[in-house]
């Protein structure tokens, strides 16, 4: 039901922009959050959107990337920016109709396949 998109190769210091698109008519039901899985780590929260609009990031990317959602279209995007060769990783979206706690993977129902995003050095 989501499907991540825009990820790829970029220079340090480029910019990305994912998107993930819900084939769920309830769309803005959901809170809808980024994660992210570099090699041989466990996979990581990166930001939150909740249904308010109100989001949340992790210490590592904040003032880099922007979360953002159209509840038109039923999409999510993350906005990277300054990227760096650590934010390399496989990036997925994920919603939640109820995320009380944001880094913890087992508040969200419905997870994306991932995009693969490499920050060349």
């Known amino acids: 039901q989501l499907v991540e998109s825009g990820g790829g190769v970029v220079q340090a210091g480029g910019s990305l922009r994912l998107s993930c698109a819900a084939s769920?008519?309830?769309?803005?039901?959901?809170?809808m959050a980024w994660f992210r899985q570099a090699p041989g780590k466990a996979r990581e929260f990166v930001a939150l959107i909740r249904r308010s609009g109100a989001s949340t990031y992790a210490d590592s990317v904040k003032h880099r990337f922007s979360i953002s959602r159209d509840n038109t279209k039923a999409t999510a995007f993350l906005q990277m920016s300054t990227l760096k060769p650590e934010d390399t990783a496989v990036y997925y979206c994920?919603?939640?109709?109820?995320?009380?706690?944001?880094?913890?993977?087992?508040?969200?129902?419905?997870w994306g396949p991932g995009t693969q995003v490499t920050v060349s050095s």
């Open positions: 994920a919603a939640g109709t109820i995320v009380k706690l944001p880094t913890q993977q087992d508040e969200y129902d419905y």
């Open positions: 769920e008519y309830t769309f803005s039901s959901y809170n």
